[in-house]
């Protein structure tokens, strides 16, 4: 009985090696989850930042010195700031670019194995 049990967890044991690919094996461009949705849009975010600045600062400075009062006072600011950075997050192509970009970083870190240091903006 106990040979019979080897030989069936050898069997799965193969099985399985042979229907999972290594990281190794799969495509350049396949995505995990968390690339998919955390670290891509974290760049999404640091470039939409860079391209509605004037709205940004314009908000934060409406929102210097006031405290609870800047929910009303900069209304139009935040509107404006939010419009801004919705319009560019939504586009498609923003996606594209920001993900051709980090599967390059990735595949610089997997070729050199020295991480890209993340720009400060």
Same mark, same amino acid.
Request: with cysteine; charged share 40%; proline share 4%.
């Given at each position: 009985?106990?040979?019979?049990?080897?030989?069936?967890? =050898?069997? &799965?044991?193969?099985?399985?090696?042979?229907?999972?690919?290594?990281?190794?094996?799969?495509?350049?461009? /396949?995505?995990?989850?968390?690339?998919?949705?955390?670290?891509?849009?974290? $760049?999404? =975010?640091?470039?939409?930042?860079? +391209?509605?600045?004037?709205? +940004?600062?314009?908000?934060?400075?409406?929102?210097?010195? =006031?405290?609870?009062?800047? +929910?009303?006072?900069?209304? =139009?600011?935040?509107?404006?700031? /939010?419009?801004?950075?919705?319009?560019? &997050?939504?586009?498609?192509?923003? &996606?594209?670019?920001?993900?051709?970009?980090?599967?390059?970083?990735?595949?610089?870190?997997?070729?050199?194995?020295?991480?890209? $240091?993340?720009?400060?903006?």
């Amino acid at each position: 009985a106990k040979s019979r049990t080897r030989c069936v967890i =050898r069997y &799965f044991e193969d099985m399985s090696k042979s229907l999972l690919p290594s990281p190794g094996e799969l495509p350049n461009d /396949h995505l995990r989850k968390v690339e998919r949705d955390v670290l891509i849009p974290k $760049k999404m =975010r640091k470039y939409c930042m860079q +391209v509605c600045a004037e709205y +940004v600062e314009a908000f934060t400075d409406c929102c210097q010195g =006031r405290t609870l009062s800047m +929910v009303w006072k900069c209304r =139009r600011e935040s509107r404006e700031m /939010h419009n801004c950075l919705k319009k560019k &997050f939504d586009e498609p192509e923003l &996606f594209e670019k920001c993900k051709q970009e980090y599967l390059q970083e990735r595949d610089e870190f997997r070729q050199t194995g020295v991480r890209t $240091k993340m720009k400060r903006v």
